[in-house]
């Protein structure tokens, strides 16, 4: 089982910075274990949408609407992914979800809403 808490979400401004923190909790594994962990976000009336991704080598990718604003990463002695989110829009506005993936186990967090102002 795979259980993920996120926290840092909140109000923010356009043109700042947030950062979200997922953390591994529970019975999970330590996420050197995951083999993918990556962040997803649900705008109101939209499809949930892939953020950013870092495998268990370091790898990252992103998604073209955030890429040279978010950055992931990965402490593994916090068992914890970070996304520090810069150069906010209101378009970012979104719940974010942490996702990870272990085996054939893909754990999803409860989410932290993120909101934009203008």
């Known amino acids: 089982q795979v259980q993920l808490v996120e926290s840092g979400g909140g109000l923010g401004q356009a043109g700042g910075s947030l950062r979200l923190s997922c953390a591994a909790s529970?019975?999970?594994?330590?996420?050197?274990?995951?083999?993918?962990m990556g962040w997803y976000r649900q705008a109101p009336g939209k499809q949930r949408e892939l953020v950013a991704t870092?495998?268990?080598?370091?790898?990252?990718m992103y998604a073209d609407s955030v890429k040279g604003r978010f950055t992931i990463s990965r402490d593994n002695a916090k068992n914890t992914v970070y996304l520090q989110m810069k150069s906010l829009k209101p378009e970012d506005t979104a719940v974010y979800y942490c996702?990870?993936?272990?085996?054939?186990?893909?754990?999803w967090g409860q989410g932290t809403q993120v909101t934009v102002s203008s």
């Open positions: 529970g019975s999970t594994p330590s996420i050197n274990a995951m083999s993918i």
């Open positions: 996702n990870a993936k272990l085996g054939s186990i893909t754990g």
């Open positions: 870092i495998s268990s080598g370091g790898n990252t």
